[in-house]
């Protein structure tokens, strides 16, 4: 599967992104999708991800703001980010896979490029 990622930004504190990870190659449905996110000078941490029959996940610091979805017949995984905060700014990746790795933890073994998500204070 390939992944593209968009729909980055600058926004002001407050406001609302929305970002899609647009599949190819594969129905993204068979896979595990995550967003993931990494600040300058920062690890990359995981944000969200949803999984084969639409059950999801998000960070603590993310929980209550961001929403993960799926439109099947786009083929795209959605992220919906209100009540934005400057701490949100990095740059944000999809991310998919369909197996675990020998501790139960979802292995993302296909990456999309970054996308550029700013929020000024």
């Known amino acids: 599967v390939q992944l593209q990622a968009s729909g980055g930004g600058l926004v002001q504190a407050g406001g609302s992104l929305t970002l899609s990870c647009a599949a190819s190659?594969?129905?993204?449905?068979?896979?595990?999708v995550g967003w993931f996110r990494q600040a300058p000078g920062k690890e990359r941490e995981f944000v969200a991800r949803?999984?084969?029959?639409?059950?999801?996940t998000y960070s603590d610091s993310v929980k209550g703001r961001f929403t993960i979805n799926r439109d099947n017949a786009k083929n795209t995984v959605y992220l919906q980010m209100n009540s934005l905060k400057p701490e949100d700014t990095a740059v944000y990746y999809c991310?998919?896979?369909?197996?675990?790795?020998?501790?139960?933890?979802?292995?993302?073994?296909?990456w999309g490029q970054g996308t550029q998500v700013t929020v000024s204070s």
């Open positions: 991310a998919a896979g369909n197996v675990r790795d020998r501790l139960g933890s979802w292995r993302y073994d296909y």
């Open positions: 190659g594969s129905t993204v449905s068979s896979y595990t």
């Open positions: 949803i999984e084969r029959f639409g059950s999801s």
